[in-house]
């Protein structure tokens, strides 16, 4: 099955810092890489995602690159604030349905 | 519009007991899957329903049962419960079945074991 690795486990900011997360996966038939945020008492919110035609996708102060070659996608989050505080997940597809293995999470701190 | 909804958001409950926990999807969303977070880890599939089929199954243990009703709303049952199955259980529903289909989770339902 699929095997999806994610560092750093714990990244330390300052605000307007950049951050990078990044994880690889085994599967090369995995074609669909979200990202999770997950605040306490908020649950999990999907911030951003990318499949496997695309390279790379922005949203505002988030983007995402995909390199499939290397099986390794990353999460880029640029000018942080301390809003952006969270747990982190990486995810790929397994199977042939939309059954998601995780990475174990990175924690965020945006220090102000 | 709503959106994925569990309850209870807090369960505490004894060894060996059983619990049930509860799922509603996204209007329109006819996939639910289930979801084990311990502390510390990323979450693991334990199930997933389609049209009230179960359509996938993570390794786990027998004691863990679940089901879909034909609102798509879902159940998940663990019997005879054990100090390892405390964790966050997150349920996500999703549109249809298939690789790029986006996954939406609720806020999960937090048990602990004692």
């Known amino acids: 099955g699929e095997n999806v690795e994610q560092h750093p486990s714990t990244l330390s900011v300052q605000e307007g810092d950049s951050a990078v997360i990044k994880c690889t996966y085994s599967?090369?038939?995995?074609?669909?890489f979200p990202w999770y945020k997950q605040e306490l008492g908020k649950g999990s919110q999907l911030i951003i995602d990318?499949?496997?035609?695309?390279g790379e996708k922005k949203d505002q102060r988030i983007a995402v690159t995909l390199n499939k070659t290397a099986k390794h996608f990353s999460l880029h989050i640029t000018e942080t604030q301390p809003e952006d505080s969270a747990v982190y997940f990486c995810?790929?597809?397994?199977?042939?349905?939309?059954?998601?293995?995780f990475g174990k999470g990175t924690m965020l701190l945006v220090s102000p | 519009d709503a959106g994925v909804t569990q309850s209870p958001t807090h369960l505490i409950k004894t060894r060996g007991q059983h619990v049930t926990l509860r799922c509603s999807p996204i209007?329109?969303?006819?996939?639910v899957s289930w979801y084990q977070q311990v502390l510390g880890q990323g979450p693991q599939f334990i199930f997933q329903?389609?049209?009230?089929?179960?359509?996938g199954r993570g390794n786990f243990p027998d004691r863990f049962s679940a089901r879909q009703f034909p609102n798509y709303s879902s159940e998940l049952n663990v019997n005879a419960l054990l100090l390892g199955d405390s964790a966050l259980y997150l349920c996500?529903?999703?549109?249809?079945?298939?690789?790029?289909?986006?996954?939406?989770f609720g806020q999960g339902t937090r048990l602990t074991v004692v």
């Open positions: 996500a529903s999703s549109l249809a079945l298939g690789r790029n289909t986006e996954a939406f």
């Open positions: 599967d090369s038939a995995s074609n669909y």
């Open positions: 990318i499949r496997s035609n695309v």
């Open positions: 995810a790929a597809i397994e199977g042939g349905y939309s059954t998601l293995t």
């Open positions: 209007s329109g969303h006819k996939s």
């Open positions: 329903y389609y049209e009230k089929e179960e359509r």
